[in-house]
């Protein structure tokens, strides 16, 4: 599926595979695994590919490791049974928040091929036990603001990702000073407008999945 | 630009820099250079990033040189200065036939570019020689087709890549036999079945780039 | 210098060189940059060396970057000058909290590496803008608890770094759910915890610097 | 055995190994596969090793697969039986035509271990089912020249790599437009005489075999 | 256990694993393999981490070998049975002779390690059939001298590294003339000098070992 | 030029630059470095090439450290000027020794390559001040012998390499216990074997190089 966010548009996509990792292997439990990446000219200026460079970037690893910690937060992996789902996040196009988009659209890219598994009584009951968002926010010009631009982004003094629950509990909190550091309240602030920007984005996943 | 052959998609991108590369820096000729790679979803059955397992296959960097090779004969690099045009070609969809979308796609992408170098005065002429176009074509079950998708790929007893220019000529033939050896009677309607279908395509790229 | 927090000895050094890298370099401004890793026995069951498998790996160049990006925080790179301060922080035993000892003994080396340099006259003015220290915090059998040892941290319903400036603001907050989400009120709590132990951190700090 | 095309001399060996890669197991068939190589003083001027840059380069992966290709396409793998052919050329000098000198070669080598394998009863009957050569082809001056040395393979305008069986039937056609586009009647020219070469080298390879 | 000579400090530990490496399971043997490393500001002048460069260096390949290969020398293989002891020699410190400490340290928590095992009955009999212990020795102004620091090393005109048992028997011998060649007497006298150090060391080993 | 001892056969290249690596610029002295590899079918069993696997073997790097030690331990860098020799020593056939025929092989080319700079005044006068040699010597059923062949050199309790210069001093001795220890009147017997040896192959290098 093709998530987009103002000008950020990323493809999520889940692939299922009947077996797991070695280390989790007759444990009768699932695993969830997500790989981040852009294209080259998904930012404004080309960046080189990290297949041609031989490594991968610890942003892009950071950001993997982000999306697969957050997607597992909402998972039973008893009832997903001895199944892998390998998520992948190729963002297209970048204006800001890309991690935020692809955890967003993995949840929902997740959902479908749990719903796609039970059809075929490959689970052994529901294995989603809450839907997960998130949102970027920000402090521009001292003032907080959901999902940023790059450019917004670029300005923020204070950059923040959130991951949140449907039922609107924290699974990720991660917050930094790019300029000054910030105070208790600036943080109370941020964290107030997060909790809502995912609550409005656990709506728009509910109707995307026709719920 | 997103090209579209069937249910194959590639995205083309072409990114221009004002400057070449060491070796040939002073030389007052430009270059072009192309990369090729698939998403892991673009396939039916996903594959592995070659980002993450740290180097790029020998399919990968076989098609990239392809590309960079069949759409360097497409111009003078005399004309184009002393800049670097980087093809981008990044396939979303695969259905057979991807390294000629991609040569197809990128010569579209590369044309737009340099029409936009033309227009701030970047280029010193037009560096356009000619156009590029590529077809893929086999032998299923004893008859030359045009175009084939995975499944005819698969079963294609021949299969050959072709790139032309404009106006007919070859720029590149490259014919494998996947089972039996093939005769000449059967390369020559091969040869003939891609040389119609890449005047065809040099059709539709002048349409889309409203010539 | 050598960081002890209960089980968990971090070996903190800084380097200073008298340049900058390229895409700083006749901006005036300093930089620095810092390095986390921990010996194969460090940790109870022995750890596969990253140089031996030819990549670092995501943890470890996750923790890097957090720890670089939290010393810059309070730094004035003007003052600093055209030079580069590499920080190392190498985990000789591991028991908890590596990330948090690291930033905090890091700040210390850092501060001393300045010292050393205003002594020779190689900084514009005092570079040092804040102090910075770190703590992890979580909450064990529903408690909010400080420092983490390893036992308690696998316990840990949910586990957070805090980073803090010696005068109370937050540099970097990251709040991970290892098993439940966690709500508002937990989050709440978890912060006014860290800020203390924070202030605590920047006490001996201030100490061990002879302030 | 060592194989001389006029200043190029490439070392091909075979390796039998009594067991098959992981996805050829169980299969009843066998396996070949190729790596070609060039020692860095093959060239007038010396090139960097591929091991000591920690990573094959394309035009060597492209070789090595052009070559494993060809092979297997003589070979019955039901005869073989589960047996893998392991094929090194190794270029010690190198004066155009490589590749091809490398192909012809490599069937001779591998022509040999079969023998050696039937002597044996390794094999389930004759896994030979033709006998593969090939030749590089290329205009120079206009002229259509047949196993181009380096100095004008560099000239040439065209350059084309035909793989034949010994009767004669195409196996690879590989013709790319150094310079100029070709057109069909130069793309015939060169067909003709390739086919003619390469029936040249059968006979020189059975005369080799002793049959 | 952490080891000093002069200025040079290695920290040495050894960990034992109940499994052998493939190459040597069900032969009813064990073994022991060695890692030797430096902390990037082990020495005066910052050196770069080779998991950061992505691929360990010679000089550490060739350590490491050295390490290994001379402890492997006191070892019964058929009394420690199938485990694998594992050495970890990493220089805190580097102020010449650090891979001759790494070995003298090396068997000391090798010794400490059999001790543990013979203790649990993990072994069939004592697997230790000799001690060893390594000095460096070289010629400094004409003078042969024992375990020289890293100035009288960068001034060496002939740098030996020897490895004894404790009943004075050679297991490695390693003489590189870094200026003039040598002749037999210095050679001579740089033996005899070496095997005093190691019978020093020897005794002090015991002394630790509680012997 | 190819060198041959019994069985091994090694390839041994000199190639000329011009230049000197940076960190040796403006110091009026020149270089020397050596490159030592194996062609995977050197070997009985064939072994896999390091350039397929990506990284170099640590035997791979030691021998090429130990062969470019050993021959600049003949030069005046002074006399070379700013240039770069580099050797390149490729094993054909390997039936032990090969790496002291590998320093034997690559003097000769050394002298060879220096021969033609002086003709063409490259030099600034003879950068050769000795000769060097080398050879395997080691202990087979108690008798010390020269020269092993592999299935000694596997039998052989005791392995020296030994490198001489043309009168007798020692640039290199490595002696390592493959077996039991080795006591002060074996290791003298091989020394003097050793320098036998290295003697007669100085006659063999003059006679060669037609002194």
Do not use: H
Request: glycine content about 12%; proline content about 2%; overall charge negative.
């Amino acid at each position: 599926m093709l998530v987009e966010f103002g000008g950020t548009r990323v493809l999520c996509a889940a692939s299922v595979q009947d077996s797991v990792p070695r280390w989790r292997r007759d444990s009768g439990l699932g695993w969830v695994t997500a790989e981040y990446a852009m294209l080259p000219r998904a930012t404004n200026t080309r960046t080189d590919r990290e297949s041609v460079k031989g490594r991968l970037g610890g942003r892009t690893q950071e950001i993997s490791r982000l999306v697969g910690r957050s997607i597992r937060a909402c998972l039973d992996f008893k009832a997903l049974g001895e199944n892998t789902v390998q998520l992948d996040c190729d963002v297209l196009q970048a204006d800001g928040g890309t991690r935020t988009a692809a955890i967003t659209g993995a949840y929902v890219a997740l959902a479908d091929a749990v719903g796609w598994m039970r059809e075929r009584g490959l689970c052994k009951g529901d294995p989603l036990i809450a839907s997960v968002a998130a949102v970027s926010v920000g402090v521009v010009d001292g003032q907080p603001r959901l999902d940023l631009c790059y450019e917004e982004d670029v300005a923020a003094g204070t950059d923040m990702n959130v991951v949140c629950t449907g039922d609107g509990r924290f699974v990720e909190v991660q917050g930094t000073a790019e300029g000054a550091p910030f105070d208790r309240a600036e943080l109370d602030a941020l964290l107030d407008l997060a909790a809502g920007g995912c609550a409005e984005l656990t709506r728009l996943q509910n109707e995307v999945l026709g719920r």
